[in-house]
């Protein structure tokens, strides 16, 4: 797959995203290749109740409605989330809505939670629950949102949590979508402690988390955690797609593109603020990082910053499957050099530093 990735990306990076992205999943789809079984001894993980091989995540965005679970997973990644997720089928913002910015090695897209619902969505993974290979093969995250025109938003999210439960792994409440107007609001306090009282009232054993944006001001993150604690959700994913624009971006024409801005700009303050939940947290339960990772130094400064898990997607685009790779060795390698005995030994080492550092 790596060599295979090699050969097609002059010729992906020429269509524009959209395109390029099918042809990912078709690919996925279509060329038969081996799990990737090596194991990283340091690297498993246990957070939310559940079990990890190893840390890294394809985030959600990619696979959108479950088409390419298992070849996402046979690339070594340790879960995958899926989404998101809307409870009727829409299609999203008009096109062009995604746009590449190769010299920064970032992406912004609006594509505004296109989706082809959740009958579709979880017919796929209960298919999926009936292997009992694929069971054991890596976890799966559910991301879910609300329907654009929905005149019940928190009413969608609780119909998806009944929906998805007993076919997902973990459900990951998206509150955080720049490209659903009136989507981000919900981050407000008494809005998300409404949502969530509802979505945890619905909740059976499947762990719940709450997914938010890096553009946060740490007094609406202190009432995100407030909330979050008081509702007792499992877990934080630290971050959605950022809707501000680095001074210092050299794609200067495509980053006046509206929708999220996702890659390598986003790692400073996605990470800057993934410390400063580590620190608020306190060990209530885990975070998952997200972020511009895109190579070993940058996936380890997620796990000194607090995050347990950590995700990517972006990187990808540039790099290919053997970033996977990579990443995994690296972290070990960073593990035996610094004396940890495993991963968790590590989580949130230099939080405190890393909330310290400039994010401008």
Same mark, same amino acid.
């Given at each position: ?19 390029a ?41 990619f ?16 879960f ?53 290979h ?8 559910v ?27 973990y459900?990951?409440?998206n509150?955080?979508s720049?490209?659903?107007?009136g ?17 945890m ?6 762990? $719940? ?22 509702r007792?959700?499992d ?21 006046a593109?509206?929708?999220g ?16 939940t580590?620190?608020?947290?306190e060990s ?6 997200v ?11 997620? $796990? ?22 990579? $990443? ?26 890393i909330?310290k550092?400039?994010?401008?």
């Amino acid at each position: 797959m790596p060599d295979l990735f090699q050969l097609m990306r002059p010729i992906m990076h020429l269509l524009d995203g959209e395109h390029a992205h099918r042809m990912s999943i078709q690919a996925l789809n279509l060329v038969p290749f081996s799990r990737n079984t090596r194991l990283f001894p340091l690297l498993p993980v246990e957070a939310f109740g559940l079990s990890f091989a190893n840390p890294l995540g394809l985030a959600a965005g990619f696979d959108k409605n479950a088409e390419v679970v298992a070849p996402v997973l046979k690339l070594g990644f340790g879960f995958t989330e899926v989404g998101g997720v809307t409870p009727l089928p829409q299609p999203g913002n008009p096109k062009p809505r995604v746009f590449r910015l190769p010299k920064d090695k970032a992406v912004i897209n609006r594509y505004g939670l296109n989706s082809a619902g959740m009958d579709v969505v979880r017919a796929r993974l209960e298919f999926r629950k009936l292997e009992q290979h694929n069971r054991q093969s890596g976890s799966v995250g559910v991301n879910i949102g609300a329907n654009k025109d929905s005149p019940d938003r928190v009413g969608d999210y609780v119909s998806l949590v009944k929906g998805l439960s007993d076919v997902a792994d973990y459900i990951s409440v998206n509150i955080s979508s720049p490209n659903t107007p009136g989507l981000r609001n919900l981050q407000g306090k008494a809005e998300l402690d409404a949502l969530l009282a509802r979505v945890m009232e619905a909740k059976t054993t499947c762990p $719940i988390l709450v997914k938010i944006a890096p553009d946060l001001e740490l007094s609406d993150l202190d009432d995100v955690i407030e909330v979050a604690k008081k509702r007792g959700i499992d877990g934080l994913i630290i971050s959605n797609t950022t809707i501000a624009r680095p001074l210092n971006l050299l794609e200067t024409k495509l980053s006046a593109e509206t929708g999220g801005l996702s890659g390598q700009p986003v790692f400073v303050r996605s990470t800057w603020l993934l410390a400063h939940t580590y620190q608020r947290v306190e060990s209530a339960f885990p975070l998952i990082g997200v972020g511009g990772i895109g190579c070993a130094d940058t996936a380890w400064t997620k $796990i000194c910053a607090g995050a347990t898990l950590l995700q990517l997607y972006t990187a990808l685009i540039y790099e290919g499957p053997a970033l996977v790779g990579r $990443i995994l060795h690296g972290l070990e390698a960073r593990l035996k050099e610094k004396g940890f005995a495993s991963l968790q030994e590590a989580v949130g080492c230099r939080a405190r530093k890393i909330g310290k550092r400039d994010w401008q």
